[in-house]
Every structure is written in C-alpha cells, then in structure tokens.
Nanobody, 124 residues
C-alpha cells in the first residue's frame, strides 16, 4: 500500500482559493489512480476529482468542474488539488486516495489507500 498525507486545508472566504497537496510514499505504480474525495458534515464521502498516475486522464465531479484542477508531480510523488472560486458548500474534510479503480474512479470503495484528511472551511 501507499501512505498518503494531505496538507493545505484552512479557512477561506467565498470566492477565494486554496491548494491542497497529497504526499505519497511507498511504491507508486504507473497504473495507479489518485483521487480526491470530501466529506461534508452529515453527508457521505463524495468524489471530487481523480487523475491517472500516467497523467493522461483527469476526472471531475460536476459540482467542481471548471473551478478545481487536479495535477500530479511524478518526481515529487505529489498530487495537488487547486481549488478556485470556492463556495460555502465546498466546506468539508478532503481526503486523498490511491488505488486501481479502473472505470470506477468516482467510487470511494475502489481505492485502497487513504490519507487522514484535511479540513477546508469556506465562509460566506
């Protein structure tokens, strides 16, 4: 398994930006997919974005498309989530995940490694 550590969360006003980082340690296979999920208070964990470690494909939830950008740095073994035009409904704990989800990149059950999460709070 891969060990994942998230950072970069915090408090920001609506319309602002944050950049989350996920540092991965252990053996990263080129066939891995890295994902970002979030859990808002009282809600289930939901898909935010994913990227194939090969870098050829990225995927986004409709709710963040056009505002969030996922990227990865193979040399540093990191996956970042740039979040712009933040809204109060983006408030959640954000988790980084890794695994081989195949076409089910949107399903939390398809990932086998998780970080501890980082809190993002967007004030109105």
């Amino acid at each position: 398994q891969v060990q994942l550590v998230e950072s970069g969360g915090g408090l920001v006003q609506a319309g602002g930006s944050l950049r989350l980082a996920c540092a991965a340690s252990g053996r990263i296979f080129s066939s891995y997919t890295m994902g970002w999920f979030r859990r808002a208070p009282g809600k289930d964990r939901e898909f935010v974005a994913a990227i194939r470690w090969s870098g050829h494909n990225t995927y986004y939830a409709d709710s963040v498309k056009g505002r969030f950008t996922i990227s990865r740095d193979v040399a540093k073994n990191t996956v970042d989530l740039q979040m712009n035009s933040l809204k109060p409904e983006d408030t959640a704990v954000y988790y980084c995940a890794a695994g081989y989800p195949g076409s089910r990149y949107f399903s939390q059950y398809a990932y086998d490694s998780w970080g501890q999460g980082t809190q993002v709070t967007v004030s109105s």
